[in-house]
């Protein structure tokens, strides 16, 4: 009866845009002292190009950004290697909170990044001096109440994480020599596989290609590689004194590498080739894609708020579909009808 008695309700309501557009963030690196350092830059996830910038400068208590990873609740956190924090900040780049602190048993933290809702951490363990300790090293991770779970490895640190479909991960064992092996692992910490050895590898992004992924480090080396072997390297167009940082995937089919101590660079992936640079001279850290946030009320999932959304609903309770689930209970029920009004009425 009541999938009936849905339907006489009438929304008349105008057609209203939600949609928030996605950006790519990134940590900037206080390196030396930087007059327009340590903030979150934006940069477009389509060709590369800077966006302006999310936050004011950071404060002295976020000294040295190496991690960034946006998470399920839209928000974005920064590993600050030198003051041992995980520091949150809202999506629209408001400081939040330090999610967590050394007092949570992390130290000379690096890449971190989210396998489902938990967070994974690159603590690199410090012996009592400036050295690592890597035997005491370990890939951290921790419930969304900050919780501290079962590591998923030891014996390393990896100066980035990059997750592939929440349930495995590449990393980079750090290794005193700096002859570092790329591994796999999967999420209950078992060595998958080696897939080769380079020069302090520092960034990791899916590649253009499903299935495949990128690779940058201390070289100027472009690998695309898969989760067994290598598939191609390139010689990227970047300054020979500067250290590559990062690397992602834009949309146009160019990717955008980040550096220590060079600004960004938009290279050809195909060749190696230069497209464009900007800030140089300045010192990025790694990059995360910050999505637009999902707006429940839009049924159909096209960026708009509009009386095809209610018809979509009424679709998605009949079939008992996920969008039916408006309050976020994890069940498809009358309620939700209510809910779905509500979501609808505040623009979600």
């Keep these: 009866m009541f999938k009936q008695s849905v339907a006489i309700f009438m929304i008349t309501a105008a057609a209203q845009s939600h949609a928030q557009s996605e950006f790519l963030a990134v940590g900037w690196t206080h390196y030396s002292d930087q007059p327009e350092g340590k903030r979150i830059c934006m940069f477009s996830p389509d060709d590369g190009l800077f966006l302006g910038y999310l936050t004011d ?8 950004v190496q991690g960034i990873a946006y998470g399920p609740d839209d928000h974005i956190y920064l590993a600050d290697q030198v003051n041992d924090t995980v520091a949150r900040f809202s999506r629209d780049g408001d400081f939040v ?6 007092a949570d048993g992390i130290e000379n933290i690096r890449g971190i990044a989210f396998m489902g809702d938990d967070l994974l951490v690159a603590h690199a363990a410090r012996d009592g001096t400036s050295s690592i300790d890597y035997e005491a090293s370990q890939i951290k991770r921790f419930a969304p109440d900050g919780t501290e779970k079962a590591p998923i490895a030891t014996g390393f640190s990896s100066w980035d994480i990059h997750v592939i479909g929440d349930s495995k991960l590449i990393v ?14 999967d999420d209950n910490g078992n060595d998958l596989s080696t897939i ?14 499903p299935g495949n992924y990128y690779g940058v480090g ?11 072997s290598v598939i191609s390297t390139r010689t990227m167009a970047i ?14 089919g160019n990717i955008l590498v980040t550096t220590f101590s060079d600004g960004v660079h938009i290279i050809n992936p195909d060749n190696g080739q230069h497209v464009f640079a900007a800030h140089n001279g300045y010192g990025f850290g790694n990059i995360t894609l910050v999505e637009s946030p999902r707006c429940p009320a839009d049924v159909n999932n096209d960026g708009e708020l509009s009386p095809t959304d209610f018809t979509a609903w009424i679709n998605a309770f009949n079939n008992d579909l996920p969008e039916c689930d408006q309050n ?3 069940t498809c029920s009358p309620t939700d009808f209510t809910a779905w009004i509500a979501n609808y009425n505040t623009g979600c």
């Design 57 to 64: 400068q950071f404060p002295n208590t976020i000294a040295w």
């Design 97 to 102: 909170d330090f999610f967590l602190t050394g």
């Design 172 to 185: 980079s064992e750090s290794l005193e020599s700096l002859s570092d092996e790329i591994h796999i692992y």
């Design 196 to 209: 080769f050895t380079a020069n302090w590898p520092t960034g990791f992004s899916d590649s253009h290609t």
């Design 218 to 228: 201390y070289t100027r080396i472009l690998r695309e590689f898969n989760e067994s």
């Design 239 to 252: 300054p020979s004194s500067t250290v590559a940082k990062d690397v992602y995937p834009l949309t146009n």
């Design 328 to 330: 976020g209970d994890g």
